[in-house]
């Protein structure tokens, strides 16, 4: 019995619940606690799922089963809404308030006649600017862990390092936000490095060499940007030590690489018998093929393809995409284009090609702005192109048993 003057709640506050002697508890539980002046305690009783908490006789007592409320299992089943077409929240994210509103027009006549008409009169965006938009979101979409591209020739001279440099430009200005690098796989003396503006002397080697590389600013180190956001590994420029870069090595940098950057592009040799290619080709989710619009350039190209059929790449073949790059301003004839497009689209994914453009011809530093608007515009096309591929890809692929 509680000491009167006393509050029950302190005894309560320090001495836990148990039900550790049955006896004990049955007996208190058919007991009418009074205080110390005879009255009812007006110390509360409360309740809880399956049982009633005596704070006076610090008991449980457990009340029979047809008192205790059912438990729902129901209630508590992650039950997401919103995802269903059917439902009405669905239907509600797509219902269209605010009326008549829309973007005004970005270009063409459409344009000129929103500014005459001080803004009154909008007839939106024209067909083509919607399907630019459509174009960068594709561009944009979500890469589930990293995407690595091989940029590939057996033949050079046919623009596989501008090629490299442009489309990553592309991809680093439009999918903001993400991180897209370009290494310099090319054993014998790439000049991947010379097509952006360099801020580092280290090379491929040195980063190799560097131990502390657990975050971005340490990688970032060994790296040239170019003005669209694109970073460039430099390849060695010691010959001697540039032939040596070996698979295990080319594995390593990409240990390093597809833990900070989304998207991964590889600007390889002129050949396909060498380590450092084994590597690419055994981590790629897609490779580019590029080709000069002529007889040698198809037949290299050619080449190539049936080779990584003989030796268990043909996943990569079905994936890879052909540009037909027109080196110089003589290359227009459509039917020269028309047949070799029709010589390779049955064995690959597309077939893609880029126009003359003296800025690239330069094969300086690349800037987009200096393009001519249809060379860009063939870019921008080529990167939706392999971005269709983003969401079926989950990693490197497995190679066929040859």
Known sequence: MPVAGKSLYAATASTPLTDSHPGETRAASHAEP???????????????????????????????????????????????????????TYSADRLDLAGARR?????????WLWHLTFHKLNLGPSPAEVRY?????????PITGDYKIGVVSLKGGVGKTTTTVTLGSVFAHLRKGDRVVALDGNPDFGNLSSRVAKQTN??????????????????????????????????????????????AEFERVMAVLDQHYSLIFTDCGTGVINEAMDGVLESANAL?????????????????IEWLRLHGYQHLVERAVVILNLTNKLNKASASIDQLRQHFSPHVRAVHVIPFDYHLAEGSVVNLELLNKATLRSFEALAEIIATDFPSATGKHTREAS
């Open 202 to 247: 280290t090379t491929v080697k040195d980063l190799l060499a560097d131990e502390n590389l657990s975050r971005y600013g340490d990688v970032r180190r060994h790296t040239s940007q170019n003005l669209h956001g694109l970073e460039v590994v430099a390849g060695e420029r010691d010959l001697a030590q540039s032939e040596q870069f070996s698979k």
């Open 103 to 111: 973007l005004p027009p970005g270009q063409g006549w459409r344009k």
């Open 133 to 141: 938009a459509e174009r960068v979101a594709t561009i944009r979409q």
């Open 34 to 88: 009074h205080a110390s002046n005879g009255s009812r305690s007006a110390q509360p009783v409360t309740h809880s799922r399956g049982g009633v908490v005596d704070h006076q006789q610090h008991t449980l007592r457990q009340l029979p089963e047809w008192m205790i409320e059912p438990v729902d299992s129901q209630r508590f089943v992650d039950q997401r809404v919103g995802d269903d077409e059917q439902s009405l």
């Open 288 to 304: 580019i093929f590029v080709s000069s619009a002529s007889i040698d350039g198809a037949r290299a190209v050619s080449a190539n």
